[in-house]
């Protein structure tokens, strides 16, 4: 069971302004049947560039739902120019908040929106879809990705799934989910030097990763793991149970608990049995 | 939030029978004995453990109670049947792609990391098996066969009978094994008249408590155990018996073989009642999977171009609680894989609904389902972006009705 905010609750249960309309100025529409979620949105846009109705109408979850209708209520009374400058963020933070795995319906709305903009400027679609797929089981191209690494502030992988549904089908485009992040988080940090992490902030994030992401994991096969220092980028860890006497514990180490560990706080790292 | 529930979902967990709750108490209380220990406190515990076995042998049918060896889970005693074959140079095993988890994980495993081939059958749009595809994949190495007897999400049998025959007849040394969770208490279930070597169920499937279960290993079919320890269960499985839940599931298995004829029944006419109502009633509705070869209790619906977890959502408003093949309920992006299998449509496959009855259920519930279902269907249509889709099935739906 999801934990949904109230005011989830209250958008899914009795959303606002669903509907199609007839003489809308500009009509936004994303996602297919086939991968689980779709989102169509219609504005109606008076000649001073302001938007005076929007309506929509959305094949999906509770959460999707809830991101739409809110989406609604936000456009109705704004400029176009103010539209454009909603982010998925803004959607997720007035909804009270989203799971992590239930991202990915508030990026859905801000697409709509973005395709409904677009059309009203007069972009044709093939201006409209940019980039290339990289994700072939949702069709998520790269450009899509960048930018919602970008305006999100993503750090991994799993993040991207979860925002943006690449990599979360057949799983086939993570390496190269993995190459797009490296060069959007590399750009990030050349540009505005990122205040690194204290080393107490390290730890706690290490932990929680370790915790929630690598554990479980050693724990089917009888094994566990404890994070014992860090110096540098070397991360010290003790693995135990199983893992100690098992004759792969060094791949163990290096291809899932530094693979994972990557993954989250970037390829500068070591992990090393302490 | 809890006034009015309309358990639907009990393919899920069960309630616990009285009989169950009744009979187990005692062994948190005063008969706290070990059934191992030598003196009579605790063999006197032991006796019960010894009738509980005989309960769930008659259940399954077993001609000896001793081929019944409890286990935490039906999760664990799949583990068991897998993860125990002992012949090392036989090095395929068979399974279909639409099995539970917990028999596609572990062969999954067994494949990645110790050199098992496995083949994973496919079924048609009615979620049957091809008997030809079937016989065709057996061969001289091939060690473990694994079908469930009924699908979890559709409640589709599959005639375990028969394969079994099929495949002793083609490779005699083959092991048979049967994940039949879904099928106790439901069909009626005779391992000693067939030629399936070990067979698997669940507690809380059955009206038991949760954390026991079973599993029927013929004599003389060779297992390396999966748990071991100390010399409970004869050696098969270690670990001190779950004494109260092992009583508990020796009731309940008594009380699920009384019912069956329930099953077949009241619970059958319920569920067919329940299906023809939400049909009638919403023009985008759809079953999914076989409606003969099916448990008496389970049924699947598509709710065509409308989002499965969305519907669950509204329903679980309505006190009915249900469940979905949508790919939004599981935190997983894809949709269940046993309705992909079986190629039903990607409109239809993520509003599945499924609603699995049980002996509690009553007509005034199924009443209250059938009037309150229709109108949230409704509901959620009209926020659909799939107008002129669900149009045209309206326009299909109302000429084939004339």
Redesign the interface.
Same mark, same amino acid.
């Given at each position: 069971m999801w934990e949904y905010t109230e005011k989830v609750k209250e958008h899914y249960k009795n959303p606002k302004n669903v509907g199609s309309m007839e003489d809308a100025d500009a009509i936004g529409e994303v996602g297919s049947i086939t991968c689980g979620d779709a989102l169509k949105l219609y504005l109606k846009i008076n000649n001073n560039g302001i938007i005076t109705d929007a309506k929509f109408q959305t094949f999906g979850c509770g959460s999707a739902v809830a991101s739409a209708s809110i989406l609604t209520e936000m456009l109705i009374g704004k400029t176009v120019e103010e539209a454009e400058k909603i982010t998925n963020q803004d959607i997720a933070d007035l909804l009270g908040g989203l799971p992590e795995q239930k991202m990915h319906c508030s990026v859905m709305g801000r697409e709509a929106l973005e395709d409904a903009i677009a059309s009203f400027k007069g972009e044709t679609t093939e201006k409209k879809v940019k980039g290339k797929i990289i994700c072939g089981c949702f069709g998520v191209t790269d450009d899509k990705i960048k930018e919602v690494i970008r305006e999100n502030t993503l750090n991994s992988v799993i993040e991207i799934i979860n925002y943006t549904k690449a990599g979360g089908g057949c799983g086939k485009c993570k390496d190269e989910l993995q190459k797009i992040l490296n060069e959007e988080t590399s750009k990030r940090n050349n540009g505005k030097k990122e205040k690194p992490l204290t080393k107490t902030q390290l730890i706690l994030k290490v932990n929680k990763i370790l915790e929630s992401n690598v554990a479980p994991e050693l724990r089917k096969d009888g094994g566990d793991i404890e994070l014992i220092d860090i110096e540098d980028n070397k991360i010290f860890v003790n693995l135990q149970g199983a893992c100690k006497n098992c004759p792969s514990s060094n791949l163990t180490l290096k291809n899932f608990v530094e693979n994972i560990l990557k993954e989250y706080i970037g390829e500068n790292i070591e992990v090393v049995e302490a | 939030m809890f006034e009015k529930v309309i358990y639907l979902d009990n393919n899920a967990t069960t309630r616990v029978c009285d009989e169950a709750i009744n009979q187990m108490l005692p062994f948190f209380g005063e008969k706290y004995g070990n059934p191992s220990s030598m003196h009579n406190f605790g063999g006197d515990v032991g006796a019960y453990v010894k009738k509980a076995r005989e309960q769930v042998a008659g259940l399954v049918g077993a001609s000896d109670p001793q081929e019944i060896i409890f286990t935490s889970c039906g999760t664990e005693s799949s583990n068991m049947a897998l993860r125990g074959l002992t012949d090392p140079r036989k090095k395929h095993i068979i399974t279909t792609k639409v099995e539970h988890p917990c028999v596609l994980n572990v062969a999954k495993h067994l494949e990645k990391n110790h050199g098992y081939e496995v083949t994973y059958l496919g079924v048609n749009s009615e979620g049957l098996l091809d008997l030809d595809e079937f016989k065709d994949s057996i061969n001289e190495n091939t060690a473990l066969i694994s079908v469930m007897w009924a699908n979890n999400e559709t409640g589709v049998i599959f005639p375990v009978e028969q394969l079994a025959g099929i495949a002793k007849e083609k490779n005699p040394e083959v092991l048979f094994f049967v994940d039949a969770v879904q099928a106790a208490g439901k069909v009626p279930i005779n391992v000693k008249d067939t030629r399936i070597d070990m067979l698997s169920i669940s507690g809380h499937k059955i009206h038991a408590p949760k954390g026991i279960g079973a599993i029927y290993i013929r004599k003389g079919t060779l297992i390396t155990p999966f748990m071991q320890g100390g010399h409970q269960e004869r050696g098969r499985r270690g670990g001190t018996e779950n004494v109260a839940a092992i009583v508990a599931l020796g009731a309940a298995s008594e009380q699920a073989v009384k019912y069956l004829e329930d099953e077949e029944v009241r619970i059958k006419q319920m569920r067919n009642r329940l299906e023809r109502g939400i049909l009638e009633n919403s023009f985008n509705a759809r079953v999914n999977g076989s409606r003969f070869k099916r448990v008496p209790n389970t049924t699947n619906i598509s709710f065509e171009?409308? +989002?499965? +977890?969305?519907i669950l959502?509204?329903l679980s408003?309505l006190g009915i609680c249900a469940s979905s093949g $949508?790919?939004?309920?599981s935190?997983?992006? +894809?949709?269940s894989h046993v309705l992909r299998s079986m190629g039903i449509p990607?409109?239809a496959i993520?509003g599945s609904i499924r609603f699995s009855l049980s002996r509690y259920t009553t007509d005034s519930e199924i009443d209250y389902v059938i009037e309150k279902v229709p109108a949230v269907i409704n509901k959620l249509n $009209?926020? $659909?972006?799939?107008?002129s889709e669900l149009r045209e099935l309206k326009e299909i739906k109302t000429a084939m009705k004339s």
């Amino acid at each position: 069971m999801w934990e949904y905010t109230e005011k989830v609750k209250e958008h899914y249960k009795n959303p606002k302004n669903v509907g199609s309309m007839e003489d809308a100025d500009a009509i936004g529409e994303v996602g297919s049947i086939t991968c689980g979620d779709a989102l169509k949105l219609y504005l109606k846009i008076n000649n001073n560039g302001i938007i005076t109705d929007a309506k929509f109408q959305t094949f999906g979850c509770g959460s999707a739902v809830a991101s739409a209708s809110i989406l609604t209520e936000m456009l109705i009374g704004k400029t176009v120019e103010e539209a454009e400058k909603i982010t998925n963020q803004d959607i997720a933070d007035l909804l009270g908040g989203l799971p992590e795995q239930k991202m990915h319906c508030s990026v859905m709305g801000r697409e709509a929106l973005e395709d409904a903009i677009a059309s009203f400027k007069g972009e044709t679609t093939e201006k409209k879809v940019k980039g290339k797929i990289i994700c072939g089981c949702f069709g998520v191209t790269d450009d899509k990705i960048k930018e919602v690494i970008r305006e999100n502030t993503l750090n991994s992988v799993i993040e991207i799934i979860n925002y943006t549904k690449a990599g979360g089908g057949c799983g086939k485009c993570k390496d190269e989910l993995q190459k797009i992040l490296n060069e959007e988080t590399s750009k990030r940090n050349n540009g505005k030097k990122e205040k690194p992490l204290t080393k107490t902030q390290l730890i706690l994030k290490v932990n929680k990763i370790l915790e929630s992401n690598v554990a479980p994991e050693l724990r089917k096969d009888g094994g566990d793991i404890e994070l014992i220092d860090i110096e540098d980028n070397k991360i010290f860890v003790n693995l135990q149970g199983a893992c100690k006497n098992c004759p792969s514990s060094n791949l163990t180490l290096k291809n899932f608990v530094e693979n994972i560990l990557k993954e989250y706080i970037g390829e500068n790292i070591e992990v090393v049995e302490a | 939030m809890f006034e009015k529930v309309i358990y639907l979902d009990n393919n899920a967990t069960t309630r616990v029978c009285d009989e169950a709750i009744n009979q187990m108490l005692p062994f948190f209380g005063e008969k706290y004995g070990n059934p191992s220990s030598m003196h009579n406190f605790g063999g006197d515990v032991g006796a019960y453990v010894k009738k509980a076995r005989e309960q769930v042998a008659g259940l399954v049918g077993a001609s000896d109670p001793q081929e019944i060896i409890f286990t935490s889970c039906g999760t664990e005693s799949s583990n068991m049947a897998l993860r125990g074959l002992t012949d090392p140079r036989k090095k395929h095993i068979i399974t279909t792609k639409v099995e539970h988890p917990c028999v596609l994980n572990v062969a999954k495993h067994l494949e990645k990391n110790h050199g098992y081939e496995v083949t994973y059958l496919g079924v048609n749009s009615e979620g049957l098996l091809d008997l030809d595809e079937f016989k065709d994949s057996i061969n001289e190495n091939t060690a473990l066969i694994s079908v469930m007897w009924a699908n979890n999400e559709t409640g589709v049998i599959f005639p375990v009978e028969q394969l079994a025959g099929i495949a002793k007849e083609k490779n005699p040394e083959v092991l048979f094994f049967v994940d039949a969770v879904q099928a106790a208490g439901k069909v009626p279930i005779n391992v000693k008249d067939t030629r399936i070597d070990m067979l698997s169920i669940s507690g809380h499937k059955i009206h038991a408590p949760k954390g026991i279960g079973a599993i029927y290993i013929r004599k003389g079919t060779l297992i390396t155990p999966f748990m071991q320890g100390g010399h409970q269960e004869r050696g098969r499985r270690g670990g001190t018996e779950n004494v109260a839940a092992i009583v508990a599931l020796g009731a309940a298995s008594e009380q699920a073989v009384k019912y069956l004829e329930d099953e077949e029944v009241r619970i059958k006419q319920m569920r067919n009642r329940l299906e023809r109502g939400i049909l009638e009633n919403s023009f985008n509705a759809r079953v999914n999977g076989s409606r003969f070869k099916r448990v008496p209790n389970t049924t699947n619906i598509s709710f065509e171009y409308i +989002e499965g +977890e969305l519907i669950l959502l509204h329903l679980s408003d309505l006190g009915i609680c249900a469940s979905s093949g $949508s790919a939004c309920t599981s935190g997983n992006l +894809e949709p269940s894989h046993v309705l992909r299998s079986m190629g039903i449509p990607f409109t239809a496959i993520h509003g599945s609904i499924r609603f699995s009855l049980s002996r509690y259920t009553t007509d005034s519930e199924i009443d209250y389902v059938i009037e309150k279902v229709p109108a949230v269907i409704n509901k959620l249509n $009209s926020i $659909s972006p799939f107008q002129s889709e669900l149009r045209e099935l309206k326009e299909i739906k109302t000429a084939m009705k004339s």
